[in-house]
C-alpha cells in the first residue's frame, strides 16, 4: 500500500473509531498525550506517525496496536471507513468475506457509496436508532440502505428485519439480506417481514451471486 493511501486510511479508521467511543478530538489527544492539532493532522492523512506514536494513538482508542495494524491491513483501499454520519450503505456482517463481497459489488458497480460495517445486531439498532456508541448520529441522516446478515450475533437477522420494518422511522430503508441456506421457511419469513432482496450467497462467491447482489446495490443506491 503506498504511504499517502496508508496514512489517509489510517485518518479515517483513526477518525471513526474516535466517533464510535464518542471522543472529541481534544480528548483523543489527551489520552494519547498528543497536541490536539497532532491528532487533527493525522485524521486528515498529513501526518507520518512514528511507530511509538501509534502505540499510544491505539491505546487511547482502546484497541492493542496489533488490532490496529488488523483494521488497517483489512480495510479495502476502494472502501476506506468513513465518519459514520456520512454513511450510505450500512453493512452488517459477521464473516470478512461478505464484506468484501459488498466491497467488490459496489466497485464493479462504479458505486462509490460510503460503507460503514457492524459485526452483531444490536450494533445496527445503535446505528440506525443514534443509540448506545453511535448517539452522536443525527436521527435524520439514516443509511439509504442495509446489508443484513441473517446469522449476526446478539440479535439475529429475522429479529431486526421484525423490529426495521415495524418502526415508521425506518421501514422506508431498503434492506438486502444475504443469507448462505436455501431454507425455504427462512427465506419465506424474509419476505414477510419486509426485506426488499436477497441473495443466497453460493458456497464459493461465483458470479451468479455477485451479479445478483450488485443489481440490488443498483436498485437501492441509483437515485430515481
Known amino acids: 500500500m503506498e504511504k499517502k493511501t496508508l496514512e489517509k486510511q489510517l485518518g479515517l479508521l483513526v477518525k471513526a473509531r474516535r466517533q464510535r467511543l464518542s471522543l472529541g478530538q481534544l480528548e483523543l489527544a489527551r489520552r ?7 491528532v487533527s493532522d493525522i485524521e486528515r492523512g498529513a501526518r507520518n506517525i512514528s511507530l511509538q506514536s501509534l502505540g499510544k494513538l491505539a ?19 476502494s472502501a476506506p471507513l468513513q465518519a459514520d454520519e456520512l454513511v450510505d ?7 470478512d468475506e ?5 466491497i467488490q459489488c459496489l466497485k464493479n458497480a462504479h458505486l ?12 445496527v439498532l ?13 436521527p435524520n441522516d439514516p443509511p439509504r440502505v442495509i446489508v443484513l446478515d441473517l446469522d449476526l450475533p446478539r440479535i439475529g437477522g429475522l429479529e431486526l428485519l421484525r423490529r426495521l420494518k415495524h418502526e415508521p422511522r425506518t421501514r422506508s430503508i431498503p434492506l438486502i439480506v444475504l443469507t448462505s441456506g436455501k431454507n425455504e421457511d427462512q427465506l419465506g ?10 441473495i443466497v450467497k453460493p458456497a464459493d462467491l461465483h458470479k ?10 443498483q436498485w437501492a443506491l441509483l437515485p430515481p
Open 59 to 77: 491505546a487511547a482508542l482502546e484497541l492493542p496496536l496489533s488490532g490496529l495494524f488488523s483494521e488497517l491491513e483489512h480495510t479495502p483501499p
Open 32 to 38: 494519547a498525550g498528543f497536541h490536539r492539532s497532532y
Open 126 to 138: 445503535d446505528f440506525v436508532f443514534c443509540a448506545g456508541p453511535f448517539a452522536h448520529r443525527r
Open 89 to 95: 450503505v450500512l453493512v452488517a456482517q459477521a464473516g
Open 112 to 123: 462509490s457509496n460510503r460503507l460503514f460495517l457492524v459485526r452483531d445486531g444490536a450494533a
Open 189 to 198: 419469513a424474509c419476505k414477510r417481514l419486509g426485506a426488499d432482496a436477497f
Open 208 to 217: 451468479p451471486g455477485i451479479h445478483a447482489l450488485q443489481l440490488s446495490l
Open 98 to 102: 461478505d464484506v468484501r463481497l459488498v
